[in-house]
């Protein structure tokens, strides 16, 4: 090794191991500081029509080593409220439906008048084998509509509570936030 790092020959080749090693070390430290802002809870798919009916679901990665994911808590909207809510059921998993009535009533997809919306849902794990483990997801379908036409886009700030009572409160309806809110991206309808 000696010979090789003293060579005026070889001195290309010490440059080119330690940019080797540089260039090594700098695409872990990418990968690494990339990984954890992949992983939080969304909405699936991102994106739907304003005016429409969409089914979604809400994805919940597990992000710790040793814990399980045993709720969710999914948040609406309460400026713009969504006249129609429900879930299908998850294996495994009890869901709960927070209700608020409104302050207005607001019309429905079909005239109907509707005084009362979902405020949250709630799945809590019924037992260990159906929690979310370590280097797993969980998907929480949910159908909704009609979606609003004035805005372009719907926050669902959500909580995920780990078996061993840590609470993680996605909740940040910021660009580039650590703890980012799921959002549902709301497109105009083709003509």
């Not at 719907?154 to 840590?166: A, H, N």
């Not at 580039?176 to 959002?183: K, R, Y």
């Amino acid at each position: 090794w000696r010979q090789l790092f003293q060579s005026d020959r070889r001195g290309s080749v010490r440059q080119g191991l330690w940019r080797t090693g540089l260039g090594l070390l700098v695409v872990t430290g990418m990968l690494a500081g990339a990984a954890p802002a992949a992983a939080h809870v969304t909405v699936n798919p991102r994106e739907a029509t304003a005016g429409s009916y969409a089914r979604v679901d809400f994805r919940v990665p597990n992000e710790r080593d040793s814990t399980a994911t045993t709720e969710v808590e999914v948040r609406f909207p309460t400026d713009t409220p969504i006249p129609s809510v429900s879930v299908k059921p998850v294996p495994g998993w009890d869901v709960e439906i927070t209700r608020r009535t409104l302050d207005e009533p607001i019309e429905g997809g079909h005239g109907e008048v509707i005084e009362e919306v979902v405020e949250a849902i709630t799945w809590t794990a019924q037992d260990d084998a159906s929690a979310i483990q370590p280097g797993q997801f969980g998907e929480f379908p949910v159908s909704m509509g009609p979606l609003p036409e004035d805005v372009e886009a719907l926050y669902f700030p959500s909580l995920q509570t780990y078996e061993d009572g840590e609470v993680v409160r996605w909740i940040d309806l910021s660009e580039g936030a650590d703890l980012p809110s799921p959002v549902l991206r709301l497109t105009l309808a083709a003509a």
